[in-house]
Nanobody
Framework: QVQLVESGGGLVQAGGSLRLSCAAS????????MGWYRQAPGKQRELVAS???????HYADSAKGRFTISRDNAKKMVYLQMSSLKPEDTAVYYC??????????????WGQGTQVTVSS
């Protein structure tokens, strides 16, 4: 069974930095796109950044210039380096990955989420 487990969330002051990590585990054939989403209270889940298997990246406008997404294909991990954090970045951050297993075609999987709180 495929699992995505996030880590690295926490409480940080405005202007600070955090690095989120997400590890995929289970019997995995291949992983295509990986990404980070976030959901603030009362708001819809939104894409923060995504990265293809070969390293092409896409960022939401709110993340451009402040966040950097990267991945380690050998370790089946994706990272989100967040800098110059603002209170409006406060949200639960979710890892998402498009994964193929021996039994299932390419499907999207979600982590359980990690809380990021930015104080002013």
């Amino acid at each position: 069974q495929v699992q995505l487990v996030e880590s690295g969330g926490g409480l940080v002051q405005a202007g600070g930095s955090l690095r989120l990590s997400c590890a995929a585990s289970g019997i995995i054939f291949s992983i295509n796109d990986m990404g980070w989403y976030r959901q603030a209270p009362g708001k819809q889940r939104e894409l923060v950044a995504s990265i293809t298997r070969v390293g092409n990246t896409h960022y939401a406008d709110s993340a451009k210039g402040r966040f950097t997404i990267s991945r380690d294909n050998a370790k089946k991990m994706v990272y989100l380096q967040m800098s110059s954090l603002k209170p409006e970045d406060t949200a639960v951050y979710y890892c998402n990955a498009e994964i193929m297993t021996p039994l299932l075609p390419m499907s999207h999987y979600w982590g359980q989420g990690t809380q990021v709180t930015v104080s002013s």
